[in-house]
T-cell receptor
Framework: GQNIDQPTEMTATEGAIVQINCTYQ??????LFWYQQHAGEAPTFLSY????GLEEKGRFSSFLSRSKGYSYLLLKELQMKDSASYLC???????????????FGKGTKLSVIP | DAGVTQSPTHLIKTRGQQVTLRCSPI?????VSWYQQVLGQGPQFIFQ???????GRGNFPDRFSARQFPNYSSELNVNALLLGDSALYLC????????????FGSGTQLSVL
C-alpha cells in the first residue's frame, strides 16, 4: 500500500513562486507524476520524475528525492489561471503481470490572488 | 485529434440500481484505466485493461466490473448502487499500459440518491 501526503490548501499571489510538497511511502516505486485539475475538469499531466533531481518545463518544475520519499512542484510567475488542484501521484507495479497503477494524493487546492 | 471521451457526462441513479459508464480512448491507445474521485479527494484506482484483458484491480468490491472491447473502448459497470458510490468516474488511456503518462477524460459525474 501507499501513503501520499500533500497540503490541503495553499494561497499565493499573482507573479510569485509557490512550492507544493508531496511525501510518500511505497514499495515498488516506479515514478512520480504531478497533475493539474481545474474544478469540474479532467486532470492534465504536468510532470514526471523517475530519477532524483529537478525536471524543468517552462514555468513548472518538479523535484524528486527517492531516498527521502519526497517531491515538490514549483510554479513560477504565478497566473490567475494556475488556480486549481495539484495532484501528486506515485506509480508502482500493480497486482497483475505487467500492470502499473497510479496512487494519487488528495490534492492541493491552490488559490492565486491578485 | 479527439482526446479521451466519456459518456454520459452526468447521471442520476437510485440506491440498488445498476449503471454502465463508457469510455473511448485516444486513437492508438490500447490501455484504459478507471478511477473514482470523490469530492475533495484524489482519484482512486479501480481497474486497468490492456488488449482486452484485466491488468490490475484496485480495492473495490465485486459490485464493480469492467471490460474492454476489440476497438479498445471500455465500460465500467457498478451493480447494487450505494449512496457512497456517488463520485466522478474518470477514464484514462495510455499507449500500452506500461511506463507512459495517462491521459484523462472529463469524467462521468454519478449521483446516487
Amino acid at each position: 500500500g501507499q501513503n501520499i501526503d500533500q497540503p490541503t490548501e495553499m494561497t499565493a499571489t499573482e507573479g510569485a513562486i509557490v512550492q507544493i510538497n508531496c511525501t510518500y511511502q511505497t514499495s515498488g516505486f516506479n515514478g512520480l507524476f504531478w497533475y493539474q485539475q481545474h474544478a469540474g475538469e479532467a486532470p492534465t499531466f504536468l510532470s514526471y520524475n523517475v530519477l532524483d533531481g529537478l525536471e524543468e518545463k517552462g514555468r513548472f518544475s518538479s523535484f524528486l528525492s527517492r531516498s527521502k520519499g519526497y517531491s515538490y512542484l514549483l510554479l513560477k510567475e504565478l497566473q490567475m489561471k494556475d488556480s486549481a488542484s495539484y495532484l501528486c501521484a506515485v506509480r508502482e507495479l500493480g497486482s497483475g503481470a505487467g500492470s502499473y497503477q497510479l496512487t494519487f494524493g488528495k490534492g492541493t487546492k491552490l488559490s492565486v490572488i491578485p | 485529434d479527439a482526446g479521451v471521451t466519456q459518456s454520459p457526462t452526468h447521471l442520476i441513479k437510485t440506491r440498488g440500481q445498476q449503471v454502465t459508464l463508457r469510455c473511448s480512448p485516444i486513437s492508438g491507445h490500447k490501455s484504459v484505466s478507471w478511477y473514482q474521485q470523490v469530492l475533495g479527494q484524489g482519484p482512486q484506482f479501480i481497474f486497468q485493461y490492456y488488449e482486452k484483458e484485466e491488468r490490475g484491480r484496485g480495492n473495490f468490491p465485486d459490485r464493480f466490473s469492467a471490460r474492454q472491447f476489440p476497438n479498445y473502448s471500455s465500460e465500467l459497470n457498478v451493480n447494487a448502487l450505494l449512496l457512497g458510490d456517488s463520485a466522478l468516474y474518470l477514464c484514462a488511456s495510455s499507449l500500452a499500459g506500461g511506463n507512459e503518462k495517462l491521459f484523462f477524460g472529463s469524467g462521468t459525474q454519478l449521483s446516487v440518491l
